[in-house]
């Protein structure tokens, strides 16, 4: 699939007409254009559409055209349907979409279990009437009555209703849970600063809880508000907010349907250059005067946090809606800054160390929201100071011998900086280890994005990717292993494989110097699924694994009846070269022993044809369709004449998909007379490892997605972890994928899989209108506007549209129907029900590992299976599109006329 862009002319209200020759027209109504590519999902766009045009959402029906046919429409129902059509219109620069439905949109469509949505996404739509500052009740429907929502720890999805006085019903989505009863919270909406340094943006869902959005209502909005410092305030209702649900994290956080409150971007800058801003050492000594002894109930504290905190709280004001994060067992953000408030409390107070010392009063400064240095930073003593010059905040501690405590002995706890220093304010480095940790206990495999996220989102303190990404790799030291010492696990990983799906083959292989090398595994469920209900095709691909140590996943895919990835073989190699390329190879050769003729499909660029005609005997080779367009279209270059540059794509696979030789050489002929440097560019690559006229393997031209891009999608989701769980992680992936077709394919009663039964009626419906004309026995001649040869003998069709896709065309069909034969015995037995419930006819088991177990166990083993990781080095022969890209244009002298130089460094005399 193409990675260009597609507008879609989306039409609705309208009517068709029908002209004598059958071709239809639409007429009336409203247009809009909307832009998808590869990426768009179905349901995202179909939601769209019917909040554009006040549809239905589960009545909304969509249908297009396919090009250069106006006489049939084809239906839009899921995600593969839209795929198909961006790949219909590939060659195109716009596509029209034709949308009815009843008419009425329902927010409850933006919950709806039959949407689907991503973890990733929330959704709330709200209409609002005129209900401002009208006191709102949110109620729930239940078979037994309309009571208010209670809201606890355990969570559950309804669709509410906001009654308002005026008795109008306002419906938006929410998630509630047991609990005590709360009403809903509302504030303002301001935008959000963007800084350059920080991982958070203005497009990123995830904003800083203020004091506001915490449901601690502040009066005004001084800088040392935060959503750690600032009480529980009555306020006046705005607007409703709502409890969603974040499918990244995994628990209840609370989030308004708008951007509320008066937020601003904290300024913590941090150089990207260092691990973390340590403390500052000043040389100036510390002099006791100029520390003000402040006892605890001192009435001159104008800094005092109690205020932002009560102990207590009013019965009757507003509960307020809290979210849990990790280490608080209320699940409240408020409790545990609060209990951070409390770090501090005065002179007097004692501490185990310095260490202990250090840590608190990093917790009371994010509590209270300011700044500080330490101008003394000793084991015997520390004494802080704020950042901003002339403030008196100051603090003094150090240990006291007879009491074996450190003790805070001077502590002025006034400030006058009006919350300055908090800008530029540095958190320390055990604190933000700390923090990052209790994230990874609930998910090792968070992103550095969504961490730093999540830290600006709760404590509002915006960090650097290199701080929050070296956090991480002390923080999973602390958790389990260091990413240099998973290693030492691979052992342990390649017999629980072993344990859990006996009859799999994997192969460790490690260096003389037991550094790692290469990892091979194949699961015998997919051997016995691709020997039995697979076409003979094997795609071979290239991923990067995104380790430290720059892996690479070497794969092998074959695809079901449903044209779904079944993962045949994979390794995970240190480097990608020819020899790690040929090794895999022989691997897969011992692994999938097979009578067939095999057919390897692989970027033209790897260079592997001439392993495979080595290695596997009666073997074909052929070039990736999917990268041959892109190696195509990017080498393209002016001018263009005749109808331009979008027709080459399609002119390059109409070519590669002609049955006949001399189908083939009109397409390219025609190629010619847009760009004869197309054409030439074309010709220079065998034309039999790609073309199907001339290709003696199984057809695989009309597979043009990218069938790697599901292993790209597993490794982007699991980067952060180390290798073993990375592997573990992975492999559970494919478990998860094989174990779900097979459940899948339980509730198919059709002769093939959906997919290719739903295109078989369609080509069906296309044929009841054309005309069949007898050449012999099994030759015909189909019109419909245009003459196209059909043989049933040798099931081929001059559309390119049956031998290729296993499929019969709507020719071949309409040959078939005045034949009175069996559609379905022209149909390839792969496509079969049948076939694919053999496919994924045995189970996998899920490869778990429990990290204490796999401490205990590879420390037990550790001399005499000990693994290192592979030493760093950048692979060796860099993929020649990067190169092209990076190359940019040639220097040329002025003076001689040379490549390579300019006029003063010309040595032309």
């Known amino acids: ?46 939601l769209k559409l019917a909040k554009l045009w006040n549809l239905d959402y589960d009545s909304l029906s969509l249908k297009y055209f396919l090009p250069g046919n106006r006489r049939t429409l084809i239906t839009m129902r899921q995600e593969k349907d839209m795929k198909r059509m961006y790949d219909f219109h590939l060659s195109s620069v716009s596509a029209e979409v034709f949308v009815t439905g009843q008419e009425g949109f329902h927010s409850q469509a933006l919950v709806s279990p039959a949407a689907n949505w991503s973890d990733n996404i929330a959704v709330t739509h709200v209409a609002y009437g005129n209900v401002a500052n009208v006191p709102i009740q949110v109620a729930t429907e239940t078979p037994e009555d309309n009571s208010l929502v209670d809201v606890g720890l355990r969570s559950r999805k309804v669709a509410p209703r906001f009654t308002s006085e005026s008795g109008g019903l306002v419906e938006i989505p929410v998630t509630v849970s047991t609990g005590p009863v709360l009403p809903a919270k509302s504030t303002s909406k301001k935008p959000i600063r963007k800084g350059k340094t920080s991982l958070t943006s203005s497009n990123s869902k995830l904003t800083p809880k203020s004091s506001k959005q915490l449901g601690m209502g502040s009066k ?44 601003r971007k904290p300024l913590v800058e941090t150089d990207e250059d260092e691990y973390l801003l340590s403390e500052e050492d000043d040389a100036d000594d510390v002099d006791d005067d100029d520390n003000v002894d402040v006892d605890d109930d001192d009435k001159d504290y104008v800094h005092d946090i109690e205020a932002y905190y009560p102990e207590t709280e009013d019965v009757n004001s507003e509960p307020q809606m809290s979210y849990s994060i990790s280490g608080v067992n209320d699940g409240s953000v408020q409790s545990l800054v609060a209990s951070w408030k409390r770090c501090i409390t005065g002179v007097g107070q004692g501490f185990e160390s310095v260490v202990e010392f250090r840590d608190a009063l990093q917790k009371y400064a994010v509590a209270c929201r300011f700044g500080y240095r330490l101008r003394k930073n000793e084991s015997n003593r520390a004494c802080g100071v704020c950042l901003v010059g002339g403030c008196p905040w100051k603090i003094y501690a150090s240990w006291v011998p007879s009491d074996s405590m450190f003790r805070i002995k001077k502590f002025n706890r006034r400030h006058t900086c009006g919350g300055e220093s908090w800008k530029s304010a540095h958190p320390k480095k055990n604190w933000v280890v700390s923090v990052i940790k209790e994230r990874l206990q609930e998910n090792p495999n968070q992103k550095t994005k969504n961490i730093a996220d999540s830290i600006f989102q709760d404590f509002g303190i915006e960090l650097s990717y290199c701080t929050i990404r070296r956090g991480i790799d002390e923080a999973k030291g602390g958790l389990h292993t260091s990413f240099k010492e998973a290693y030492k696990h691979l052992p342990l990983f390649v017999n629980k494989v072993v344990e859990t799906n006996p009859g799999s083959i994997v192969d460790l292989v490690v260096g003389e110097d037991k550094r790692f090398q290469r990892l091979f595994l194949s699961f015998r469920s997919c051997i016995h699924g691709f020997q039995t209900g697979c076409r003979p095709l094997l795609f071979l691909d290239a991923i990067p694994f995104k380790s430290r140590y720059h892996e690479i996943l070497l794969t092998a895919s074959a695809l079901d009846g449903d044209d779904g990835v079944l993962p045949v073989a994979l390794a995970l190699v240190d480097v990608e070269t020819d020899e790690t390329w040929r090794w895999f190879l022989e691997q897969v050769k011992v692994a999938v022993p097979s009578l067939r003729p095999l057919t390897f499909v692989s970027d033209r660029e790897k260079g592997l044809v001439s392993s495979v005609l080595e290695i596997f005997e009666n073997a074909h080779h052929g070039y990736s369709i999917h990268y041959l367009m892109e190696d195509f279209m990017r080498s393209l270059k002016g001018p263009f004449l005749g109808d331009g540059k979008p027709s080459l794509s399609y002119y390059l696979l109409a070519a590669a998909r002609a049955d006949r030789l001399d189908g083939f050489k009109v397409y390219t002929e025609q190629m010619k007379r847009v760009s004869p440097k197309a054409y030439d560019w074309v010709m220079e690559i065998e034309a039999k490892q790609w073309a199907n006229a001339l290709f003696e393997g199984e057809p695989y031209s009309h597979i043009t997605s990218d069938v790697g891009e599901i292993y790209a999608k597993w490794i982007e989701e699991i980067q952060e972890s180390s290798i073993v769980l990375k592997l573990v992680a992975f492999m559970n992936r494919v478990v998860e994928l094989v174990n779900s077709s097979q459940e899948r394919s339980r509730e198919w009663f059709s002769h093939l899989v959906p997919s290719k039964e739903e295109s078989l009626v369609e080509e069906c419906k296309k044929a009841s209108t054309l005309k069949v004309f007898f050449c012999s026995d099994t030759l015909f001649e189909v019109h419909d506007g245009s003459v196209q040869l059909v043989d049933i003998s040798n099931q081929t069709c001059s559309c390119f549209g049956w031998k290729p896709t296993g499929l019969p065309c709507q020719h071949a069909i309409a040959v078939l129907n005045t034949k009175g034969r069996n559609i379905y015995e022209y149909c390839s037995s792969f496509f079969t029900v049948e076939s694919y419930r053999s496919t994924y006819s045995e189970a996998l088991g899920p490869v778990a590992i429990d990290l204490a177990l796999v401490e205990n166990e590879g420390s037990s083993k550790e001399e005499e299976e000990q693994v290192l990781p592979p030493l760093f080095s950048r692979v060796q022969g860099v993929d020649k599109r990067i190169k092209d890209r990076k190359r940019g244009r040639s220097v040329c002298c002025t003076k001689c006329g040379g490549v390579g130089h300019n006029k003063a460094t010309c040595k032309d005399d």
């Open 1 to 46: 699939m193409g990675k260009g862009k597609l507008i879609l002319i989306c039409q609705s209200g309208g009517k068709f007409l029908t002209d004598d020759d059958g071709t239809m027209t639409y007429t009336g109504g409203e247009a809009e254009a909307i832009d998808i590519n590869q990426e768009t999902s179905f349901l995202d766009f179909k």
């Open 220 to 263: 005004s909005s001084s800088p040392t508000s935060s959503p750690a410092s600032v009480s529980k305030r009555r306020r006046v209702m705005e607007e409703p907010s709502v409890l969603l649900e974040d499918g990244n994290v995994g628990d209840t956080r609370r989030r308004s349907l708008r951007n509320r409150g008066e937020i």
